[in-house]
């Protein structure tokens, strides 16, 4: 069993920046790949972005690209999101979750986080 463990998150104005770390308590083949989903009140649950764990390809969704960057510290068994230039629509509980292999990850992670809030006012 992995544990994922979220902190970061908080409040901020448009074009702030926030910076969002996700722990792994381990490793195993359903979790090689990790990344950040997020849910804003009345919308449907969205993979935002998400790595590989030992490095490789990235996933982001079409809104972020410029904007947000993931990498990895494979010491700390850690994901990092960096969210720069955020805007209001990108307000939402973000939650770090892993899966096997980047399509199993996107389709139904195997482990999620708890969720750490994102706001971002106007």
């Known amino acids: 069993e992995v544990q994922l463990v979220e902190s970061g998150g908080g409040s901020v104005q448009a074009g702030g920046s926030l910076r969002l770390s996700c722990a792994a308590s381990?490793?195993?083949?359903?979790?090689?790949?990790m990344g950040w989903f997020r849910q804003a009140p009345g919308k449907e649950r969205e993979a935002v972005a998400g790595?590989?764990?030992?490095?490789?390809?990235?996933y982001y969704v079409d809104s972020v690209p410029g904007r947000f960057t993931i990498s990895q510290d494979n010491a700390k068994n850690t994901v990092i999101l960096e969210m720069h230039n955020l805007k209001p629509e990108d307000t939402a509980m973000y939650y770090c979750?892993?899966?096997?292999?980047?399509?199993?990850?996107?389709?139904?992670?195997?482990?999620w986080g708890q969720g750490t809030q994102v706001s971002v006012s106007s």
């Open positions: 979750a892993a899966g096997r292999g980047q399509l199993d990850w996107k389709r139904a992670p195997k482990y």
């Open positions: 381990s490793y195993n083949l359903d979790s090689t790949f």
């Open positions: 790595t590989y764990r030992g490095g490789g390809a990235t």
